[in-house]
């Protein structure tokens, strides 16, 4: 008798809770034009790359028009700019303090920059999933002539046997490390499977071992809520090109006060005059004078960074702080690829991911198609934007993205199983 009404309420607040942030992300999907003016684009994407959007677009604009009349072109106002971005940055993964964070290019020089930092003694020894992107199994495997080991724990063959994707968690690596474990890198959300491993609890277990944990937290930042100090990781860079929608050309490298004390005083393996705190101002560079660096993740920026990405990532960045809520997105991609995880299920088109919410990204829904056939059929429609990979075919969503997307990507498998393709 008592179980009905909570029920039936719970139902309720889910429903309210769903049209508010259907009716609040419908709003701002008019921000993105290609997916807002043009009825034929299907835009599947996001963990790629979104499409470009209002908010950076007056940013880039105003920063040209500005630059056209500054006859400093490292102008003091941008300089502020740059800075405020890096604490703005450094709130959407709840850092300590912006000084922890680091522009970088990309994620593959914020990863290899903390690698290149951490000692190994030859005979070490690195874990890696043999899934991991390129950027950070490269960055590790690149030390190999050095004496370094680098284990890749396998989960693809379990994969292939079960057709499933799980994510992994401190019992997964624990077969792989030992005394000799200096780091343990890892995607916090990967990139083409989209599970999302337990990146905490595996810092609860080894972080006291004194094994440094570096995460890959390109498909995590802006897609869901972050927060470094929670997670526990030594380290975690990550682009900003792909859930703070900004160009390319700019990343983040975040290190924790704890690791950088560890690391004991580190060389970046590119030192920038940006590096050191006792640049002169005649840039008089004296030989008998130690290299003064910065104490924390600064000491790895170089000089001479984008101006006009830093000048869209403060722009964007408090676009999704304040005004999208990190919460809001992460619950508004959940209902998407949950829409769409259902869907595929009344087709009988198997997800390859987790299932539950912990165990998988908001964004990404991999479905168990075949990348040989299923694939020439999706290139062949216009308008649609998505990837075929090794584990089939790689819907991502953004902010932008709607529920009607949803239905017109389930209309398009609908129309590929009637034409024969099969499951």
Same mark, same amino acid.
């Given at each position: 008798?008592?179980?009905?009404?909570?029920?039936?309420?719970?139902?309720?607040d889910?429903?309210d809770?769903?049209k508010r942030l259907?009716?609040?992300f419908?709003?701002?999907?008019?921000?993105?034009?290609?997916?807002?003016?043009?009825?034929?684009?299907?835009? &599947?994407n996001?963990?790629?790359?979104?499409?470009?959007?209002?908010?950076?677009?007056?940013?880039?604009?105003?920063?040209?028009?500005?630059?056209?009349?500054?006859?400093?072109?490292?102008?003091?106002?941008?300089?502020?700019?740059?800075?405020e971005?890096?604490r703005?940055?450094?709130?959407?993964?709840?850092?300590e303090?912006?000084?922890?964070?680091?522009?970088?290019r990309d994620t593959?020089?914020g990863?290899?920059s903390?690698?290149?930092?951490?000692?190994?003694?030859?005979?070490?020894?690195?874990?890696?999933?043999?899934?991991?992107?390129?950027?950070?199994?490269?960055?590790?495997?690149?030390?190999?002539g050095?004496g370094?080991?680098?284990r890749?724990?396998?989960?693809?063959?379990?994969a292939?046997?079960?057709?499933?994707v799980?994510?992994?968690?401190?019992?997964t690596?624990?077969?792989?490390?030992?005394?000799?474990?200096?780091?343990?890198? &890892?995607?916090?959300?990967?990139f083409?499977?989209?599970?999302r491993?337990?990146?905490?609890?595996?810092?609860?277990?080894?972080?006291?071992?004194?094994?440094?944990?570096?995460?890959?937290?390109?498909?995590h930042?802006g897609?869901?809520?972050?927060d470094?100090?929670?997670l526990?990781?030594?380290?975690?860079?990550?682009s900003?090109?792909?859930g703070?929608?900004?160009?390319?050309?700019?990343?983040?490298l975040?290190?924790?006060?704890?690791?950088?004390?560890?690391l004991g005083?580190?060389?970046?393996?590119?030192v920038?005059?940006?590096?050191?705190?006792?640049i002169?101002?005649d840039?008089?560079?004296?030989?008998?004078?130690?290299v003064?660096?910065?104490?924390?993740?600064?000491r790895f920026?170089?000089?001479n960074?984008?101006l006009v990405?830093?000048?869209a990532?403060?722009?964007?960045?408090?676009?999704?702080?304040?005004v999208l809520?990190?919460?809001?997105?992460?619950?508004?991609?959940?209902?998407l690829?949950?829409? &769409?995880?259902?869907?595929?299920?009344?087709?009988?088109i198997?997800?390859?991911g987790?299932?539950r919410?912990?165990?998988?990204?908001?964004?990404?829904c991999?479905?168990?198609?075949?990348?040989?056939?299923?694939?020439?059929y999706?290139?062949e429609?216009g308008? &649609?934007?998505?990837?075929?990979?090794?584990?089939?075919?790689?819907?991502?969503?953004?902010f932008?993205?709607?529920?009607?997307?949803?239905?017109?990507?389930?209309?398009?498998l609908?129309r590929?199983?009637s034409?024969?393709?099969?499951?």
């Open positions: 008798m008592v179980s009905r009404p909570i029920s039936t309420k719970a139902a309720k889910a429903a809770e769903e259907s009716e609040k419908a709003v701002h999907r008019r921000l993105v034009p290609l997916v807002a003016q043009n009825e034929d684009v299907l835009f &599947l996001a963990a790629s790359a979104p499409p470009s959007n209002l908010i950076v677009h007056e940013a880039i604009t105003r920063y040209s028009a500005e630059a056209l009349y500054e006859t400093y072109p490292y102008g003091t106002r941008w300089q502020r700019t740059r800075e971005a890096r703005l940055v450094a709130r959407c993964i709840g850092a303090d912006p000084s922890t964070v680091a522009f970088t593959t020089e990863l290899g903390f690698i290149r930092s951490i000692p190994f003694g030859k005979g070490d020894n690195v874990v890696i999933l043999d899934t991991e992107h390129p950027n950070m199994a490269y960055g590790f495997l690149a030390l190999r050095a370094l080991q680098v890749q724990v396998p989960t693809v063959a379990e292939e046997r079960s057709g499933k799980d994510a992994v968690d401190a019992e690596l624990r077969p792989y490390v030992d005394d000799r474990t200096r780091a343990i890198g &890892l995607s916090s959300i990967s083409d499977s989209g599970q491993h337990d990146v905490a609890g595996i810092c609860a277990a080894y972080r006291p071992r004194g094994i440094h944990v570096l995460a890959d937290m390109t498909q930042v897609f869901a809520a972050v470094v100090r929670a526990g990781i030594s380290a975690g860079a990550f900003l090109h792909k703070l929608n900004c160009p390319t050309g700019l990343g983040a975040y290190i924790s006060p704890e690791a950088f004390g560890e005083d580190p060389t970046p393996p590119i920038s005059m940006a590096s050191a705190k006792n002169r101002e840039l008089l560079v004296r030989g008998d004078e130690p003064d660096f910065y104490p924390d993740a600064r920026e170089h000089a960074m984008s990405a830093a000048t990532a403060e722009a964007f960045a408090r676009f999704y702080l304040d809520g990190p919460a809001d997105v992460e619950a508004h991609l959940y209902g690829t949950g829409a &769409l995880a259902k869907e595929s299920e009344r087709l009988g198997p997800v390859v987790p299932g919410r912990g165990r998988r990204a908001p964004h990404i991999v479905l168990g198609l075949d990348p040989g056939t299923w694939g020439p999706l290139k429609i308008g &649609l934007r998505l990837t075929v990979n090794r584990l089939g075919v790689r819907v991502s969503f953004g932008y993205s709607s529920i009607d997307d949803v239905r017109r990507f389930v209309q398009v609908e590929g199983l034409v024969g393709l099969e499951v």
